[in-house]
């Protein structure tokens, strides 16, 4: 069974796959959806070896950018970014009369955007995880270009 997060994310990455061109080598209808617990990346251009992140969020106007949008894992992303490595974003933000795909190239992003959350309390399911946020309001203005 899927839940809702699950739905929210596969729209994005599927929508992203077929509206978007490899933003790399410009071609269409090349961005291919990566498997699911395969960790660092959603999407890769199988013509090029792009790879890029996708994030889904739901949103009630999606000419407006969230202030922050939920992210995954911190303890990966601490260590990526340790060793200076980042991806492309694709933000979908999907609202009741329809959706928007914005994109955010690596070149924009700097260890602000990525603030970690507060570990799960030790009653939670996954006690002791922690996630982070993408902070937006840490980009340069423009940094989000929306290209669908
Ligand atoms: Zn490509």
């Known amino acids: 069974m899927t839940t809702k997060k699950q739905e929210l994310g596969n729209f994005g990455e599927a929508i992203v796959a077929k509206t978007c061109a490899c933003p790399k080598c410009k071609r269409q209808k090349t961005l291919k959806r990566l498997p699911t617990n395969f960790k660092c990346a959603d999407l890769i251009c199988d013509f090029c070896g792009f790879l890029s992140q996708v994030k889904a969020m739901t949103v009630k106007d999606i000419e407006q950018l969230p202030k922050q949008v939920l992210g995954a894992a911190w303890g990966p992303q601490k260590e990526r970014m340790d060793s200076s490595i980042y991806f492309p974003l694709f933000l979908v933000l ?6 928007a795909i914005y994109y955010l190239p690596v070149d924009f992003q700097r260890p602000e ?11 939670a399911r996954r006690a002791g995880w922690q996630g982070f946020m993408y902070n937006l309001e840490a980009l340069p203005k423009g940094a989000l270009v929306r290209v669908a």
């Open 94 to 99: 999907k609202a009741a009369n329809g959706h």
């Open 113 to 123: 955007l990525f603030s970690p959350r507060k570990p799960l309390s030790e009653k």
